[in-house]
């Protein structure tokens, strides 16, 4: 793949991510600057920043490390701005810790998860189950919430997330997006 071309797929998912071309954060990043950023850091590496062809492509492992160090952008901004522990201004209920990277690990996750299944015999019952997961409320019966989605028995949804999670590479997946975050936008 040409450079160019790299740098063109980061830049488009980095405007995904900072909600477009002409956006600016607070902070001054733009979606040019986290491509720019992502492609120069990988360039300047000694090891490709540990890239391998088996870890996937260079653009899905490239488009995780922008993700990343947009993440951590957003953190430092929101700590910079003051919004943790400021009680004044609204936000999330106090029991509700769910923050916007939260969200984007979520769709992180159910993206490598859709591709995980691809081939499988049962891959159309399984996209509908992650699908689902991604959409059911943190608070009460993830279960019931999923039956009710997917217009199945309760017990449909518990050999529907056991078949998800025979699938190879499954388990692994959790475990890279856990990091003692709060990954619960895919039922497990």
């Not at 405007?15 to 071309?21: D, I, K, P, Q, S």
């Not at 943790?84 to 992180?108: I, N």
């Not at 943190?138 to 028995?153: E, I, P, R, T, W």
């Amino acid at each position: 793949m040409e450079l160019d071309d790299l740098w063109r797929r980061l830049y488009l998912y980095a405007c995904v991510l900072t909600g477009g071309a002409k956006a600016v954060m607070h902070c001054g990043l733009s979606a040019d600057d986290l491509a720019t950023e992502t492609l120069n850091k990988y360039l300047l590496s000694p090891n490709g920043l540990g890239w391998r062809a088996s870890k996937g492509t260079l653009v899905a492992y490239l488009g995780t490390i922008l993700r990343n160090r947009f993440i951590d952008y957003l953190r430092k901004e929101r700590e910079v701005s003051g919004e943790e522990g400021d009680a004044s201004e609204p936000g999330p209920a106090a029991g509700d810790s769910k923050r916007p990277d939260d969200e984007l690990v979520g769709q992180e996750l159910t993206e490598r998860l859709l591709e995980r299944i691809k081939g499988h015999k049962d891959e159309g019952e399984l996209r509908d189950f992650i699908v689902a997961s991604g959409k059911i409320s943190v608070g009460g019966k993830v279960n019931q919430q999923l039956a009710d989605l997917l217009g199945v028995g309760e017990g449909e949804v518990v050999n529907r997330r056991k078949k998800l999670m025979r699938v190879a590479g499954i388990e692994e997946l959790y475990k890279d997006f856990g990091h003692g975050r709060k990954t619960n936008q895919i039922a497990r």
